[in-house]
Nanobody
Framework: QVQLVESGGGLVQAGGSLRLSCAAS????????MGWFRQPPGKAREFVGA????????YYADSVKGRFTISRDVAKNMVYLQMNSLKPEDTAVYFC????????????????????WGQGTQVTVSS
């Protein structure tokens, strides 16, 4: 069992930056692929990006590629989402999620692959 807690959300102006953190409990965290998803107001949850358990592979949605970066610190059981050049359309509740079934260099974008989810953190980007 893994518990995930996101933090770092807030209000930021367009063009600004935020770093979201996801704290994970559980000794097997290092073997899980980790993903970030978001749910804009009135819309469905969507994939943002993911990092493999080895940290060798990352994968991003086209909408955030080049602006967002995912990293992980196994020693601290943490995953991060660095968000730069934020746009109003990035406004959403952001969730981290854990996928325990991937090979070390594998990541997938489908939400159904992720077994564990955090409660989410709100990011609001003003124009």
């Amino acid at each position: 069992q893994v518990q995930l807690v996101e933090s770092g959300g807030g209000l930021v102006q367009a063009g600004g930056s935020l770093r979201l953190s996801c704290a994970a409990s559980g000794r097997t965290f290092s073997s899980y692929a980790m993903g970030w998803f978001r749910q804009p107001p009135g819309k469905a949850r969507e994939f943002v990006g993911a990092i493999s358990s080895s940290a060798y592979s990352t994968y991003y949605a086209d909408s955030v590629k080049g602006r967002f970066t995912i990293s992980r610190d196994v020693a601290k059981n943490m995953v991060y989402l660095q968000m730069n050049s934020l746009k109003p359309e990035d406004t959403a509740v952001y969730f981290c999620a854990a996928d325990p079934k991937r090979r070390p260099d594998e990541v997938l974008s489908g939400a159904s692959h992720y077994d564990y989810w955090g409660q989410g953190t709100q990011v609001t980007v003003s124009s």
